[in-house]
């Protein structure tokens, strides 16, 4: 069964960073695509990146683009995002999932598809 972990959400104040990460078990081959997502409190869930097969590919929204950076652990299930420069407008529940399409696709949750963790919460305060 795959199970999907996040850690490392927790309050920061506006202009912090923080590293959320992603381990995920079960799997057969742990170097799959995988990918952080976000829902803010009375919000659609959206995509924030995407990494695939040994991180040869990213993908980034444009609202975090610049400011967060995806990548994975040399175990290869293990991702990571870290994110610099944070705003309130990052306060979000934020999930990761493993086994994504491997395409610009998967900023779209909706599309995305594979096994979700329970998310990780970041409140980012003014």
């Known amino acids: 069964q795959v199970q999907v972990m996040e850690s490392g959400g927790e309050a920061v104040q506006a202009g912090g960073s923080l590293r959320l990460s992603c381990t995920v078990s079960g799997l057969t081959d742990p170097d799959r695509p995988m990918g952080w997502f976000r829902q803010a409190p009375g919000k659609e869930r959206e995509g924030v990146a995407c990494i695939t097969w040994s991180g040869g590919v990213t993908y980034y929204a444009t609202s975090v683009t610049g400011r967060f950076t995806i990548s994975k652990g040399n175990a290869k299930n293990t991702t990571y995002l870290q994110m610099n420069s944070l705003n309130p407008e990052d306060t979000a529940l934020y999930y990761c999932?493993?086994?994504?399409?491997?395409?610009?696709?998967?900023?779209?949750?909706?599309?995305?598809?594979?096994?979700w963790g329970q998310g990780t919460q970041v409140t980012v305060s003014s």
């Open positions: 999932a493993v086994d994504i399409v491997p395409s610009f696709l998967c900023l779209n949750p909706s599309m995305a598809g594979g096994t």
